[in-house]
Each structure stands twice: as structure tokens, then as C-alpha cells.
């Protein structure tokens, strides 16, 4: 499984951006999928996540309502809309994918595949 993320740029505070996650390969539609995101000099934090069997989604409370993580099968893309971005929210953003638990679904280390990142800088 190969994922490549795109999409990442520089906004204004209280704009939207949607970035993407192409997804590449076999068998990924029976795993997990998540958004995570990291800042220079800190642990990478979960953002976002659902399971292809399942239509839930789970958020990290700080983008809860201002984030979106969605799918698209026939194109095997995953996105992630975020609206209302904050200064907070710049990072690079990383989609990842593997089996992990439910309980699990927002830790990194669950996660066996991962993009490259894609960078967002929110301007104040």
C-alpha cells in the first residue's frame, strides 16, 4: 500500500482548505485510515480517522466541527476538509493506514502505512 498526500499550502485564518490522500494498492478497503499532523518539536497528534466497513469518523476535539474526514471509493482518495483554520492548525499533514483496534484508532503507532505529509501554514 502507497499513499501520497497533497493539497497542503498557506491560507488565512478562518479560510478552508481540503488536502488529499491518494491511496494505491490491494486489500486497503478493510483497513483503518487516519489524518494525523506534527509541528517541529512535538509528538505527532492524531487529527482525523474512520474505517472504510464503517461510516464512522472520529476527531480530535481541537478540529471537531471544523474538520471533515471524508472518502471517495471509486477514486481511492481520502480527504480531509478543514474549515475555520486557526494558526494552531499549521503542521504537516500526514494520512496513514493500517489495522488498528478500535481502540487504537487515534494512536500513530496502529498505523503501517504513511504518506509523505503535505504542509499547511495558516497566516494570522
Known amino acids: 500500500v502507497q499513499l501520497q498526500a497533497s493539497g497542503g499550502g498557506l491560507v488565512q485564518a478562518g479560510a478552508s482548505l481540503r488536502v488529499s490522500c491518494a491511496v494505491y494498492?490491494?486489500?486497503?478497503?478493510?483497513?483503518?485510515m487516519g489524518w494525523f499532523r506534527q509541528t517541529p518539536g512535538k509528538e505527532r497528534e492524531f487529527v482525523a480517522a474512520?474505517?472504510?466497513?464503517?461510516?464512522?469518523?472520529y476527531y480530535a476535539d481541537s478540529v471537531k466541527g471544523r474538520f471533515t474526514i471524508s472518502r471517495d471509493s471509486a477514486k481511492n482518495t481520502v480527504y480531509l476538509q478543514m474549515n475555520s483554520v486557526k494558526p494552531e492548525d499549521t503542521a504537516v499533514y500526514y494520512c496513514?493506514?493500517?489495522?488498528?483496534?478500535?481502540?487504537?484508532?487515534?494512536?500513530?503507532?496502529?498505523?503501517?502505512?504513511w504518506g509523505q505529509g503535505t504542509l499547511v501554514t495558516v497566516s494570522s
Open positions: 494498492g490491494s486489500g486497503f478497503s478493510t483497513y483503518a
Open positions: 496513514a493506514t493500517g489495522f488498528p483496534i478500535l481502540s487504537q484508532i487515534t494512536s500513530d503507532h496502529a498505523y503501517h502505512y
Open positions: 474512520f474505517r472504510w466497513s464503517s461510516d464512522n469518523t
